[in-house]
């Protein structure tokens, strides 16, 4: 390879770079198989589309919200929760399941999980409370924490 081939490659890895435009980057824009959108908008556009609606009802700071099927796929993961609800569209991509799995972690790593059966086209309502813990193997030491901090 000449020099001057070398050098046009290193600039544009250079360009993509500083850009952060990646080819993952581009596919998954391109092929994006879920969203977050607002309860309302959930709520208006679901005679065309598929949504889940979670709401929290646990009460403390959620960390994280995980949304597979029930086969183990992970749809969606998102980070900490500044509301007690959240609309997901289910994307087309997702059109061959039906069983879905959704956990919320709370800020001291204790796991709340519930199954659900979401339709083709509507929005799925579904509540995570207390009663949906499922134990893990250390949450003595969570619950102790949380015990601590008077959750």
């Not at 749809?75 to 069983?99: A, F, M, N, Q, R």
Request: overall charge negative.
């Amino acid at each position: 390879m000449n020099k001057r081939m070398f050098n046009r490659i290193v600039v544009v890895m250079i360009a993509c770079l500083l850009s952060g435009c990646t080819g993952c980057d581009i596919f998954a824009g391109c092929h994006k198989s879920s969203r977050v959108v607002s309860t309302e908008a959930a709520e208006e556009e679901k005679e065309e589309h598929r949504y889940l609606t979670i709401i929290d009802k646990t009460n403390l700071a959620i960390n994280e919200v995980i949304v597979e099927t029930k086969e183990g796929v992970q749809i969606e993961k998102l980070g900490p929760l500044t509301t007690s609800d959240i609309s997901i569209e289910i994307g087309t991509v997702w059109d061959d399941y039906s069983d879905f799995h959704i956990t919320f972690v709370d800020v001291y790593g204790l796991h709340y999980e519930i199954d659900c059966t979401i339709p083709k086209t509507g929005n799925k309502i579904v509540s995570i409370s207390q009663e949906n813990y499922v134990e893990y193997k250390g949450d003595w030491k969570r619950k102790l924490d949380k015990t601590a901090n008077g959750d």
